[in-house]
């Protein structure tokens, strides 16, 4: 095939074309809008279902239905109108059946902007909605990243039976990257053994997420709880560049990360022993990696575009073994490979100054004015 | 010795709707989704769609309505059912799709749903029950709470100066584009059953036919939260719902 320019969001869309989606329903929202602008020509031509819903909490019960009745099924949105999904995917998680959201985050809160953020870390990765319960999150940095976690999230969420969550933002959507689409792969034959296809010779099947009986709840929740740490087990995905000698970690998921690989090259040209580490799963979290990485590492830097989210899962993993320091910028402001470096030299001269460092002592940095 | 020989043939003069599953209801003594459940099932039978058929229950009353039927069900966050009903019929559109909500789930949290499936005129059948109450929460005021209906939270009637006047559902879903079939019946007494048995029918039979979206309105009974006895809530169906809601086919496309 060869790689050919390709718009993020626009990429995402055939990559989930391309990996049998037979369903999308979706809304208007920028910055994800040309997913459902390209869907709405691309899905008709091949004689698959797209709809435009009325509303996000539309969009995700459709798909919630389709899901049921056993469709690759997927829909995609922006920060404000995933917050709207929160109830959808809280009943799709109590009920088993898989889909895929693509999140392309904007600023927030509120109406917030249309710029690149990363404010959707918890209500996507910690569950949002109500319940316990956590979705498969893997987050891309390139659009060619975005276009092979596509195309594996249909298949993921079909074996857990789970929410897939692709988390981009506005600047991955928006970017136009050299990439290569995979192979059409051939559509399901069959609807899955749950799904409600009408009962025909064989027993009626009911989808619900509803257990009246406290104790049926409870042992349902237990079964969720095997699977997630199941996911846990086998799905964790990160990317790293120049760690094995690192004396300092840098971490950051998504554009965030790949801004910080730039500082990251540009601090070990200066002579700083420096690392990236960039979870590409969200959940379940590279915990393991990265407290791997705190026994010989003097300290963590993790970036990001919003107030310091995934910092708390960071310095959960970290444990205290090593001070966990953050850049930060909010609102839609994408981080400079130069502020990221500047964090960078100003977290070692923390190394001098504090012969003892506390993980406490480590304040957040924002960048931007005060 | 003389034997007796009996002669006995048995005729068939009732019997359970095999949609219908065998099971203990959950339904108040005297509520008249009982009937609506059977009606449904009637049909279902009739038409010979047990195994096309998928219902989404709302939440409510009808929550459980999943264990009452002997097809494919799935149940909806409130509101949300015609949402949901819209995505499998358009993934399996070969299968007979139907929905089942009450006043609180359709007119209130999913107005917007239950506006929209009509304004695509989806080719879905919707059985609407409405009771003029919350039924499943209590008791309180509804969409569909008649001016100085008294209930746990208008405990001095329904103001309809500071809560506006309740929604006539079938004829707000016949004036949109979509609807092929909109009818408001009622099942206080076994003539009113059997005329809305014909629409119930007709909703189903619209949806086979692909004429667009089919709406049936049921003025149901809420014994309990009414604080009526059965028999009294029939007469309150009839003396005071009915001047509000009057029974009538608001839209019936041509052809059908």
Redesign the interface.
């Known amino acids: 095939m060869g790689k050919q320019l390709l718009k993020g969001n626009e990429a995402i869309a055939e990559a989930a074309v391309r990996a049998g989606a ?2 999308y ?1 979706g809304y208007p929202i920028t910055p994800q809008t040309e997913l459902l602008e390209y869907l709405s020509r691309r899905m008709p031509e091949l004689n698959r ?1 797209f ?1 435009q ?3 996000e ?3 995700i ?11 690759r ?1 997927f829909t995609s949105s922006s920060s404000p109108g995933v917050s709207l999904m929160m ?2 995917l809280s ?1 799709i998680a109590g ?1 088993e059946v898989p889909m895929v959201l693509i999140d392309v985050m904007r600023g927030g809160p509120g109406l917030g902007n249309i710029a690149p953020a990363q404010g959707d870390y918890f209500q996507i990765v910690k569950g949002g909605g109500h319940g316990d319960y956590k979705l498969l999150v893997l987050a891309p940095a390139t659009v060619q990243e975005a276009i092979d976690l596509t195309y594996q999230a249909f298949e993921l969420a079909e074996k857990y039976r789970t929410i897939v969550v692709i988390l981009a933002d506005g600047s991955l959507g928006q970017m136009m990257e050299p990439a290569e689409l995979p192979p059409m792969k051939p559509l399901q034959s069959e609807a899955p053994a749950w799904a ?6 064989r027993p ?7 257990h009246l009986e406290p104790e049926d709840e409870e042992a349902f929740n237990h079964k969720l709880q095997v699977k997630f740490e199941e996911m846990a087990r086998y799905e964790v995905r990160y990317y790293e560049y120049e760690v094995d000698d690192a004396e300092w970690i840098v971490v950051g998921f998504g554009t965030a990360g790949r801004v910080a690989q730039t500082a990251v090259k540009q601090a070990r040209a200066q002579g700083l022993k420096v690392g990236l580490h960039r979870p590409i799963s969200l959940y379940p979290f590279p915990e393991r990696r990265l407290a791997e990485l705190a026994q010989k590492a003097c300290g963590f830097l993790v970036v990001e575009m919003n107030a310091g989210q995934m910092l708390e899962d960071v310095r959960l993993a970290v444990n205290g073994r090593a001070p966990v320091n953050f850049f930060g910028r909010m609102g839609g402001v994408v981080p400079l490979p130069d502020e990221v470096l500047a964090a960078l030299w100003q977290m070692t001269d923390k190394k001098i100054s504090l012969p003892h460092p506390s993980p406490v002592s480590c304040l957040p940095m924002y960048g931007g004015r005060p | 010795m003389m034997t007796a020989k009996l002669n006995l043939t048995e005729s068939l003069v009732y019997e359970r709707p095999h949609a219908l599953a065998e099971t203990f209801t959950h339904y108040c003594p005297g509520c008249t989704h009982g009937v609506a459940h059977r009606l449904v099932a009637e049909v279902i039978d009739e038409l010979n769609l ?5 219902g ?2 709302p939440v409510g009353c009808a ?1 459980f309505a ?1 264990n009452y ?9 409130h509101g ?1 059912a015609p ?10 559109p070969e ?2 799709v139907f929905t089942y909500q009450g006043d609180g789930d359709l007119a209130a949290i999913g107005l ?2 239950i506006m ?1 499936v009509a304004a695509r005129g989806e080719n879905l059948t919707t059985i609407f029950v409405n009771n003029a109450i919350y039924g499943m929460t209590g008791g309180q005021m509804a969409p569909t709470t008649l001016p100085g209906q008294k209930t746990t939270s208008s405990p001095c009637g329904r103001n309809v100066a500071r809560m506006g006047m309740p929604l006539k559902m079938a004829e707000i879903i016949a004036s949109l584009p979509g609807t092929a079939y909109a009818v408001r019946r009622s099942l206080h007494n076994a003539k009113e059953i059997i005329k809305a048995k014909k629409a119930v029918r007709r909703a189903f039979e619209a949806q086979l036919a692909d004429e667009g979206f089919a709406f049936v309105e049921l003025l149901s009974s809420c014994p309990t939260n009414w604080g009526l006895s059965p028999a009294a809530s029939l007469q309150w169906i009839e003396a005071q719902m009915l001047p509000y809601y009057p029974i009538g086919d608001y839209k019936v496309k041509p052809g059908q």
């Open positions: 037979t369903a329903f279902v709809l819903a009325e509303s909490v539309a969009a019960n459709m798909v919630y239905g389709a899901a049921c009745a056993g469709a099924t109830e959808g009943y009920s409600l296809t009408g009962a025909q010779s009626r099947r009911v989808i619900t997420s509803i | 047990a195994e096309r058929t998928i989404v229950a929550v999943y039927f002997n097809v494919d069900f799935t149940e909806a966050a949300r949402a949901m009903a819209t995505g499998i019929k358009r993934v399996r299968n007979v917007a749903e929209h």
